[in-house]
């Protein structure tokens, strides 16, 4: 099913995967309330639907939305509380970059009303889909929601040094089993790259949201240090240097690690039933 700017593919096996933050589109009665269109796309997790698009010959189902996480942030809870309270993060529709640099012109931030319809426009339609897909692996059996995410290897107002490569969130073991958990960080360990669970990134809402282990419902985040598939840009970042080109070489040995830890994902919910 493909709705301008909302694609899902059903797959027929016990996996869901989120792209909540590889769309780039900008609606054209917003654009020119941003500030430039290369930072209302800065943020962007670059690449990540082509480099998954391997999990459909797994039977995967993958919802994506094409939208840019500045218009809203699918991943963010709707109420606008903070998913990591005390520490810098973005709102549901973000008002600058996670360099801190405003996305908006003087006066054109959206109010209340504003994040009101685009919530109802972009945000409720997303997740309408998510659950729909849900719901219907779900009738056969256990299911894992697998949200799929990267960033920049450094972005110092988010986190300190240079991001592990691998970073595995289930929210304080809470979004799903620990055997889920287990596996991918086993899968993950096979590449000799670094990792870490639940460090910087435990989840966002769409994993805190949807996982309910007690229910079948095993939901689990997997953010990337983009280094793995593309440059990391010099610094300062510039509309010459970032994005970076997707690199299918370097891009070659991750996708064989994300293999990897899709067929955990897969085998551990084939495992429940």
Same mark, same amino acid.
């Given at each position: 099913?493909?709705r301008d700017?909302l694609?899902?593919?059903e797959g027929?096996?016990?996996l869901?995967i989120?792209?909540p933050?590889?769309?780039?589109?900008?609606p054209?009665?917003l654009?020119a309330?941003f500030r430039?269109p290369?930072?209302?796309r800065k943020?962007?997790?670059?690449?990540?639907d082509r480099l998954?698009?391997f999990?459909?010959?797994?039977g995967a189902?993958?919802?994506r939305t094409?939208v840019?996480?500045?218009?809203?942030?699918?991943?963010?809870d709707p109420s #606008?509380? =903070?998913l990591?309270?005390?520490?810098?993060?973005t +709102?549901?529709?973000?008002?600058?970059?996670f360099?801190?640099?405003? *996305?908006?012109r003087?006066g054109?931030?959206?109010?209340?009303?504003?994040?009101?319809e685009r919530r109802?426009?972009w945000?409720?339609?997303y997740h309408a889909?998510l659950?729909?897909q849900i719901?219907?692996?779900?009738?056969?059996?256990p299911v894992?929601?697998?949200?799929?995410?990267?960033?920049?290897?450094?972005v110092?107002?988010?986190?300190?040094?240079e991001l592990p490569?691998?970073?595995?969130?289930d929210?304080d073991?809470t979004?799903?089993?620990?055997?889920?958990?287990?596996?991918v960080e086993?899968?993950?360990a096979i590449? #000799?790259? =670094?990792?870490i669970v639940?460090?910087?990134?435990? +989840?966002g809402?769409?994993?805190r949201?949807?996982?309910?282990?007690? *229910?079948g419902?095993h939901?689990?985040?997997?953010e990337l240090a983009d280094?793995?598939?593309m440059?990391?840009p010099a610094?300062?970042?510039?509309p010459?240097?970032?994005p970076?080109p997707?690199?299918?070489?370097r891009?070659?040995?991750?996708r064989?690690?994300?293999h990897r830890v899709?067929t955990?994902?897969?085998?551990f919910?084939?495992?429940?039933t």
């Open positions: 099913m493909t700017w694609t899902v593919h027929s096996g016990p869901v989120g792209l933050h590889t769309g780039t589109e900008i054209d009665v654009m309330r430039s290369w930072l209302a943020d962007a997790d670059w690449w990540v998954y698009d999990a459909v010959d797994l189902t993958l919802v094409a840019s996480r500045s218009v809203i942030d699918v991943n963010r #606008g509380v =903070s990591y309270p005390g520490m810098t993060t +709102g549901l529709c973000p008002v600058e970059t360099d801190g640099e405003p *996305l908006y003087a054109e931030a959206p109010d209340a009303a504003e994040i009101a109802a426009t945000f409720d339609p889909q659950k729909a719901d219907r692996l779900r009738a056969r059996g894992v929601l697998y949200d799929a995410h990267s960033i920049r290897s450094v110092p107002r988010l986190f300190a040094g490569q691998f970073n595995i969130g929210n073991g979004t799903c089993a620990p055997e889920l958990t287990q596996a086993a899968a993950c590449s #000799g790259s =670094s990792l639940n460090g910087r990134f435990k +989840g809402w769409t994993t949201h949807y996982g309910r282990p007690h *229910l419902v939901a689990i985040q997997m280094r793995g598939y440059g990391d610094s300062p970042l510039s010459d240097n970032w970076s997707y690199e299918p070489e891009a070659e040995a991750m064989r690690n994300l899709l955990a994902c897969i085998a919910a084939e495992s429940q």
